[in-house]
């Protein structure tokens, strides 16, 4: 299994660009999450999905949406880039029920200038 | 979700136990009690979770008091390797929000 895999690795946008972060999930989990990462801080929720279909906003919504046609994808979309959305951006996903914890890309760096 | 207190730090000698330790003291109870660890700058890791009875797995072992107001995550031989920023996570059942803190840095010396 190649678990969470995150695309691309590295982005630097301009401002006011669009584009869309990838992820793909290859265990069948039914519950997929994007974080972000700021320097010095820890991860804040921008959305969250329960399955195929089904997507909520988390804490920091503002600015991405998000689609959930597949179990298997997840991707984030950026709708018109802000300096503020320089991150470290992560997806998760876990499979229902309690007894699992998420399993976490390995992070697309984003800068926007 | 209830809040979490962690050391900003820790050091700990190669070979030896690592005791990391966190208060919640305003845990609910329904509020699980999660271990995550970020090795550099990589996606976070989980470790470990439990409610009210200890737990052991290949990666560390959970020590939750039993007024469940604190826990300890314990690596019992840290290696390098184990040298991460550990966030202690408290959250509902079937919750899908993790409130990250900023943790516990823990460095492991050799």
Do not use: W
């Given at each position: 299994n190649a678990g969470v895999t995150q695309?691309?690795?590295f982005?630097?946008?301009k401002t006011g660009q669009s584009m869309t972060l990838q992820c793909a999930q290859d265990m069948n989990?039914?519950?997929m999450s994007w974080y972000r990462q700021d320097p010095?801080?820890?991860l804040r929720l921008i959305h969250y999905s329960v399955g195929a279909g089904i997507t909520d906003q988390g804490e920091v919504p503002n600015g991405y949406n998000v689609s959930r046609s597949t179990t298997e994808d997840f991707p984030l979309r950026l709708l018109s880039a802000a300096p503020s959305q320089t991150s470290?951006?992560?997806?998760?996903?876990r499979n229902r029920g309690v007894n699992y914890g998420y399993t976490f890309g390995s992070g697309t760096r984003l800068t926007v200038v | 979700d209830a809040k979490t207190t962690q050391p900003p730090s820790m050091d700990c000698a190669e070979g030896r136990a690592a005791n990391l330790p966190c208060?919640?003291?305003?845990?609910?109870?329904?509020e699980y009690v999660y271990w995550y660890r970020q090795i550099h700058s990589q996606g976070p890791q989980y470790i470990i979770h439990g409610l009210k009875n200890n737990e052991t797995n290949e990666m560390a072992?959970?020590?939750i008091t039993e007024d469940r107001k604190s826990s300890?995550?314990?690596?019992?031989?840290?290696?390098?390797?184990?040298?991460?920023?550990?966030?202690c996570i408290v959250s509902p059942t079937g919750a899908n929000n993790l409130f990250f803190g900023t943790g516990t840095r823990l460095t492991v010396i050799p």
């Open positions: 695309t691309p690795k982005q630097v946008l989990h039914e519950y010095g801080m820890g470290v951006y992560f997806c998760a996903s | 208060n919640h003291s305003t845990i609910s109870g329904n072992s959970l020590i300890t995550l314990i690596l019992p031989h840290a290696t390098l390797r184990d040298t991460a920023v550990y966030y």
